[in-house]
């Protein structure tokens, strides 16, 4: 199984570091330390949500209500704590805690009343938009100077967000391979049914993987506001398609069972970094969009091939 889980994540390692590596002779200046100090935050950002939806897609669903968290926790992060009625701390864990039950209302409905991943998500995505809109009045506000503060700094060059979402990531990937809850959560990922003969609780499992990717998202959406100081009401569409690319990219399986958090950071990083020196080669947005969709069409299909059966030689008969 270890060596099947490296056949699948590698590739994703590889195209990442070719990426950076040609970077310079296709969009020069974009390794620059400025160009990587404006990409690095955004790609952390991508990561800690692709992570929420790694979490989901690794027991066979799919969130689609990511932009709708993510709108909703920045909004308390700065409307609702630019309006002075309750301390920023406390907004900001009102706004994760909104991506929490947003994911326990879409777990319950898809593992309790069998509704469809994609319908639940979809439908709570609207939902929260409209809450957006009613605590907005349509209108953004503006992040706390100490929290925007926070999000541009750096340490020794590194930008903090960057740091921030290693320390995520890498915290959520030791947890998922390496404790009893992850192993657990894994194994309900990979068969239910067989899951549920060695007696674990798949459906409050299956639950907490919506639960904990509404907290990812939320605090994905809390950073982002703070970064852009005074963010778009709709800041969480792009991530919408992009979380699921990193996660098909990073070598998860759709059906389940086999998913790798770190895996899907670096494609995160891999997509950041491609947009970034997609538009410094002068390409629009609409370029940009269309290089991701065929990067990750290739990729998919490359990484489909049994490399090691066309690669292994035959044995030589004596």
Same mark, same amino acid.
């Given at each position: 199984?270890?060596?099947?889980?490296?056949?699948?994540?590698?590739?994703?390692?590889?195209?990442?570091? &070719?990426?950076?590596?040609?970077?310079? /002779?296709?969009?020069?200046?974009? /390794?620059?330390?400025?160009?990587?100090?404006?990409?690095?935050?955004?790609?952390?950002?991508? %990561?800690?949500? %692709?992570?929420?939806?790694?979490?989901?897609?690794?027991?066979?669903?799919?969130?689609?209500?990511?932009?709708?968290?993510?709108? /909703?926790?920045?909004?308390?992060?700065?409307?609702?704590?630019?309006?002075?009625?309750?301390?920023?701390? &406390?907004?900001?864990? =009102?706004?994760?805690?909104?991506?929490?039950?947003?994911?326990?209302?879409?777990? $319950?409905?898809?593992?309790?009343?069998?509704?469809?991943?994609?319908? &639940?998500?979809?439908?709570?995505?609207?939902?929260?938009?409209?809450?957006?809109?009613?605590?907005?009045?349509?209108?953004?506000?503006?992040?706390?100077?100490?929290?925007? @503060?926070?999000?541009?700094?750096?340490?020794?060059?590194?930008?903090?967000?960057?740091?921030?979402?290693?320390?995520?990531?890498?915290?959520?990937?030791? =947890?998922?391979?390496?404790?009893?809850?992850?192993?657990?959560?894994?194994?309900?990922?990979?068969?239910?049914?067989?899951?549920?003969?060695?007696?674990?609780?798949?459906?409050?499992?299956?639950?907490? @993987?919506?639960?904990?990717?509404?907290?990812?998202? @939320?605090?994905?959406?809390?950073?982002?506001?703070?970064?852009?100081?005074?963010?778009?009401?709709?800041?969480?569409?792009?991530?919408?398609?992009?979380?699921?690319?990193?996660?098909?990219?990073?070598?998860?399986?759709?059906?389940?069972?086999?998913?790798?958090?770190? @895996?899907?950071?670096?494609?995160?990083?891999?997509?950041?970094?491609?947009?970034?020196?997609?538009?410094?080669?002068?390409?629009?947005?609409?370029?940009?969009?269309?290089?991701?969709?065929?990067?990750? &069409?290739?990729?998919?299909?490359?990484?489909? $091939?049994?490399?090691?059966?066309? /690669?292994?030689?035959?044995?030589?008969?004596?």
């Amino acid at each position: 199984m270890s060596r099947l889980r490296g056949d699948r994540f590698l590739p994703v390692v590889v195209i990442t570091v &070719a990426l950076f590596v040609l970077s310079p /002779l296709l969009a020069p200046g974009s /390794l620059s330390s400025s160009a990587l100090s404006a990409m690095l935050p955004f790609a952390a950002i991508m %990561a800690i949500a %692709a992570l929420g939806q790694t979490l989901v897609i690794a027991h066979g669903g799919i969130d689609l209500s990511v932009p709708g968290v993510m709108a /909703l926790a920045a909004v308390f992060a700065t409307k609702i704590a630019q309006n002075g009625s309750l301390p920023l701390v &406390a907004c900001v864990v =009102l706004g994760i805690v909104c991506g929490a039950v947003s994911g326990l209302i879409v777990g $319950i409905a898809v593992v309790r009343f069998s509704v469809a991943a994609f319908v &639940a998500t979809l439908a709570v995505n609207s939902l929260l938009l409209g809450f957006v809109l009613i605590l907005s009045d349509g209108f953004p506000g503006s992040a706390d100077p100490a929290l925007s @503060a926070f999000a541009v700094s750096s340490v020794f060059g590194v930008p903090s967000l960057f740091l921030v979402a290693v320390v995520v990531v890498a915290l959520g990937h030791v =947890l998922l391979r390496h404790s009893v809850p992850g192993r657990r959560f894994i194994a309900v990922g990979a068969g239910v049914p067989a899951a549920r003969i060695l007696g674990l609780r798949t459906a409050v499992t299956e639950i907490c @993987a919506y639960v904990l990717a509404g907290v990812a998202y @939320a605090v994905a959406g809390t950073l982002l506001a703070a970064y852009l100081r005074t963010p778009d009401l709709r800041l969480g569409d792009s991530y919408q398609l992009t979380t699921i690319a990193a996660v098909v990219l990073g070598g998860s399986l759709l059906r389940g069972g086999i998913s790798s958090i770190a @895996a899907t950071a670096v494609a995160a990083l891999f997509l950041t970094q491609l947009g970034q020196v997609v538009l410094a080669a002068g390409a629009s947005t609409a370029v940009q969009l269309l290089v991701q969709a065929v990067v990750l &069409a290739v990729a998919v299909v490359v990484r489909g $091939i049994p490399w090691r059966t066309y /690669l292994r030689r035959p044995a030589t008969r004596s």
